[in-house]
């Protein structure tokens, strides 16, 4: 039976303009504040385009946040898997849904700026 959230997210995905590359590349991001210290979360993406990108992590982070992403040192078959994904970016958390699989882990797509 299909998850009526993934569903959701699907159209979602249909919508876009720009082609959605499916890949799991190592990022690492951190909140985009002067006013705090920074903290950084590994994770791995979920998908991406040139216009944004989507990636789990263990917890829910609000939409508006604006969020510093850098991918880690890519070689060999990861190079080809990660195309035109930016290295170094800025963006804003666009929309944040748990998921059930895995159990606890949030799904979170960003708009580049």
């Known amino acids: 039976m299909q998850d009526q959230r ?6 979602m995905l249909d ?16 909140p985009f504040s002067s006013r705090r210290s920074v903290v950084e979360h590994s994770t791995l993406t979920y998908d991406y ?7 789990e992590f263990g ?3 609000q939409p508006g946040t604006v969020l ?26 666009k ?3 748990k998921t059930e699989n895995p159990p606890g882990a949030f799904r979170v797509g960003v708009s580049y700026y």
């Open 59 to 61: 917890q829910a982070i």
């Open 6 to 11: 993934e569903g959701t997210v699907s159209k």
């Open 95 to 97: 929309w944040c849904e």
């Open 49 to 55: 385009s040139h216009q944004g990108a989507c990636f």
């Open 15 to 30: 919508r876009r303009e720009n082609t959605r590359f499916k890949v799991n590349l190592k990022i690492v991001f951190s």
């Open 68 to 93: 510093f992403i850098r991918s880690e040192q890519v070689t060999g078959e990861e190079r080809q898997n990660a195309g035109l994904f930016r290295t170094t970016t800025l963006a804003e958390v």
